[in-house]
């Protein structure tokens, strides 16, 4: 069964909207949660690293202040797409592992801004 | 620049045959490859892993190998099956637990 487990798994939103994508280890304590983004027919290429307790780290070229992430808890971290625009329409997944296992993904959730 | 690359975009095998995927990277200090399988509008699924101690990891048909010195890992599916049609990343991480730096993907299509 899933171990990872991503909410919602589609939005269809008009532009200036703003989105809240959930992402919860399921039978494991994730301190670490990675956000990555796939455009159409291209690789999965990270957004950010997602720290429980802590701020999250961002990778070069992606705004903090649009995608914001929280992660509160062991098993669960947040990415906020704020203030959407059809730019940012595109498929979000989500991973977390731990020691004993390899990093997993969620279904992915796909953004559709009007 | 591109650490972690898959060259072939897309592979065609007839069923039962064997499938090989094959995987390139450029930083040394990848320790952990994984490969994974996607479907369209799905998170990518955990296939396979394979740590830089290793030269070898098998599990049931899929067998990963890996060629340190040549920083080349591939992907063996024998035999193949039609349900294995997907595309397939090859991925690499410092830590067993860090961040993965993708390939660009081998669609893969098993023939009946």
Redesign the interface.
């Known amino acids: 069964g899933a171990v990872v487990s991503q909410h919602p798994s589609r939005v269809i939103c008009k532009s200036g909207t703003s989105v809240k994508i959930e992402c919860r280890s399921l039978d494991f304590q994730a301190t670490t949660m990675f956000w990555y983004r796939q455009f159409p027919k291209q690789s999965l290429m990270l957004m950010a690293t997602s720290n429980e307790g802590s701020k999250a780290t961002y990778e070069q070229g992606v705004e903090k202040d649009k995608f914001l992430i929280n992660h509160a808890s062991l098993t669960l971290s947040t990415l906020t797409v704020t203030s959407a625009h059809p730019e940012d329409s595109s498929f979000y997944i989500c991973s977390a592992g731990d020691s004993n296992q390899p990093q997993h993904f969620g279904d992915g959730t796909r953004l559709s801004i009007l | 620049d591109q650490q972690v690359k898959q060259n072939s975009p897309s592979l065609s095998v007839q069923e039962g045959r064997i499938s090989i995927l094959n995987c390139d990277y450029t930083n040394s200090m990848f320790d952990y490859f ?1 490969w ?1 399988k996607k479907y369209p ?6 296939l396979i ?1 394979i740590s830089s101690i290793k030269d070898k990891n098998e599990d049931g048909r899929f067998t990963v190998f890996l060629n340190k010195s040549a920083k080349h890992l591939s992907l063996h599916i024998v035999p193949s099956q039609p349900g294995d049609s997907a595309v397939y ?1 090859c991925a690499a991480s410092k830590t ?2 860090g ?7 081998t669609q893969l299509t098993v023939l009946p």
């Open positions: 994984l994974y509008a799905e998170g990518p699924t955990f892993s990343f067993p637990t961040q993965l730096t993708f390939g660009s993907g």
